[in-house]
């Protein structure tokens, strides 16, 4: 079971979450607990060690100060010893007061700072669950997750976070206790504190599931699942009672904001179901992520978007027809970093959409060299998913006739037989996504879409 920032938010969540965790305990099933930090704290986190980093010593202490004050008064509240607070704190000012002294930020002093979000919440859940008559445990969870040393980013080693886990976990869950542990952070072999990249607890869920052979992994969240679109565009859209890996891998890639697209590896290599539930609304069923999806009979599952991209057209001049183009395009994209999201070609011009415009005019430059290049912001993908996308005809047909008024700048669908992605401006998604919406949802099948929700 994991529980996002905002089911770990302040005192009255927690007793939420902790109210949900017993109910599983009940029933003949042992859970283990993953958190997020409470919510916004890894955030002012981040703040801190960037304020320390500029040398505003004081200003990095004032943040520090005040998340203390906020943990503390959740401890209270909640009636568990928060004594040890005060100790952790004065070990995270202890950097701070470093760091604003060398005033040179690492990847690896990041780290640091930012683990104390999950190092905190989770010893305040733990103590809550022993409290009220769970057997929490609290677990460091970077005596788990053996990660490699990529900070910030940093990637688990699956064989030896098993074995941890055999270690350190799984003789408590055996003897009944509830095992909490932070998300997000890890270690590498030597013991030296790694993250995962923002979002990362649900990535610790999934490789803790996997690690111990879960029956199931459940993230709780703030929202009922996932969606058939954005309920903030589309009131109406409905909630996806259950959906494939596959299918929640590509919305996840394609900005649905529910879960972290690595979440799904550890759960798909040992084919275990993955439940996204809400924790303010614990008898709702959720989104049931699962290998196979049972057949439904509307192409598509839900409809994602993703704005601030940018479309970048090359035109072949010189090099047209020689081979070795397609590569020494992308080389420029890679020697720059800069992540490719869609391509589209011709004969004569490629393009291509990035989500960061950073490097942009170096990477003009250097493609200037072999074409005319021309960039554009300000642009959106739409993506609609579906395993049933695949193998059924008409489906683009109803596509780009429901968004006929809508100017269309790029088409892929190749790559993914489930996924029909396009670009339009950005001031057109809300209208593209509504008019989809309209299309493809108008009878939407009852076991696969949650009709009864809307009433
Ligand atoms: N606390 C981390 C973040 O905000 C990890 C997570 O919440 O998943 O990015
Ligand atoms: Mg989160």
């Not at 932070?182 to 072999?189: A, D």
Request: hydrophobic share 45%; with cysteine; charged share 20%.
């Amino acid at each position: 079971m994991k529980f996002g920032g905002t089911s770990v938010e302040d005192a009255a969540a927690m007793q939420r979450t902790t109210a949900i965790v017993a109910g599983r305990r009940t029933l003949e099933q042992q859970p283990i607990v993953v958190v997020s930090a409470m919510a916004k704290v890894t955030d002012q986190l981040l703040l801190a060690a960037a304020t320390a980093a500029r040398g505003e010593r004081e200003s990095a202490l004032a943040i520090s100060e005040r998340l203390l004050v906020r943990h503390q008064a959740v401890a209270i509240e909640l009636g568990v010893d928060g004594g040890w607070l005060a100790q952790e704190f004065a070990a995270l000012d202890e950097i701070l007061r470093g760091l604003a002294a060398v005033g040179e930020l690492t990847p690896r002093i990041n780290d640091m700072i930012v683990s104390y979000g999950e190092r905190l919440s989770s010893r305040i859940i733990a103590a809550a669950f022993a409290q009220q008559g769970l057997d929490g445990v609290h677990v460091d969870a970077r005596t788990c997750i053996i990660t490699d040393a990529q900070h910030m980013k940093a990637v688990p080693n699956d064989a030896r976070i098993e074995e941890q886990l055999r270690k350190f976990v799984l003789p408590h869950a055996d003897a009944r206790r509830t095992v909490v542990m932070g998300g997000f952070i890890g270690s590498t072999e030597q013991g030296v504190t790694t993250t995962l990249g923002r979002g990362g607890s649900d990535y610790t869920g999934a490789l803790v599931g996997a690690g111990v052979n879960a029956e199931a992994i459940e993230i709780w969240t703030d929202v009922n699942g996932i969606m058939t679109t954005d309920p903030r565009v589309v009131p109406t859209a409905l909630r996806v009672r259950s959906i494939s890996f596959e299918e929640a891998a590509e919305l996840a890639y394609f900005g649905a904001k529910v879960l972290h697209p690595a979440t799904i590896l550890p759960a798909v290599k040992k084919n275990i179901p993955v439940l996204v539930l809400n924790s303010r609304n614990a008898a709702n069923e959720g989104t049931r992520i699962q290998a196979l999806a049972p057949p439904c009979r509307n192409p598509v599952k839900s409809i994602a978007a993703k704005k601030r991209l940018t479309i970048v057209d090359v035109v072949a001049s010189r090099m047209l027809m020689t081979h070795g183009y397609m590569k020494a395009i992308f080389d420029i994209f890679d020697k720059h970093k800069c992540v490719v999201d869609m391509v589209s070609t011709s004969e004569v011009s490629v393009s291509l959409t990035v989500d960061s415009n950073e490097a942009l005019p170096a990477i003009t430059a250097d493609l200037s060299m072999l074409a005319d290049v021309k960039y554009e912001g300000r642009k959106a993908l739409v993506c609609l998913v579906g395993e049933d996308i695949r193998g059924h005809s008409g489906t683009a047909a109803r596509l780009f006739n429901a968004i006929k008024h809508i100017n269309v700048r790029m088409i892929s669908q190749g790559a993914s037989e489930i996924n029909m992605s396009f670009m339009i401006d950005e001031d057109d998604v809300e209208e593209a996504i509504r008019s989809l919406h309209a299309e493809f949802f108008s009878d939407p099948d009852p076991t696969i879409f949650d009709v009864e929700g809307l009433a």
